[in-house]
């Protein structure tokens, strides 16, 4: 079967080299299924941020519209806050007024004596 010591060492050669491509074969396949849970991953988290941005920008036009109404309405209570309260506000003024004169005029009566 073997001739010489040179067709042990070729047998041992091709025997190592098939292993060596074994190992290589196995580390290719095991590198290829890393990358692909990665991108699995990556692929996941692109889609939870996705929605985490859509729900932020959901919320952000709910709290604009929000903001717009409310505005409104501070607005329409502001007018009708004034309306009443100033209005009453300068009718007491003016209700007080004559009063005001009177006393004054009074007052430099007395002053005049």
């Not at 010489?4 to 396949?29: N, P």
């Not at 996941?44 to 919320?59: N, T």
């Not at 004034?82 to 009063?99: C, G, L, N, Q, Y």
Request: charged share 25%.
């Amino acid at each position: 079967m073997f001739e010489s010591s040179q067709d042990l060492l070729y047998i041992v050669l091709a025997l190592a080299i098939l292993w060596v491509t074994v190992f290589l074969c196995w580390l290719l396949y095991q590198a290829a299924r890393v990358l692909r849970n990665a991108n699995r991953i990556v692929e996941s988290l692109m889609h939870k941020l996705e929605l985490i941005v859509d729900a932020v920008e959901f919320m952000k036009h709910k709290v604009d519209d929000l903001t717009s109404g409310v505005g409104a309405v501070q607005r329409l209570l502001g007018g009708a806050i004034e309306r009443f309260i100033v209005s009453k506000v300068s009718k007491k003024m003016t209700a007080d007024e004559p009063k005001v004169k009177r006393k004054a005029r009074a007052t430099r009566k007395r002053g005049d004596s």
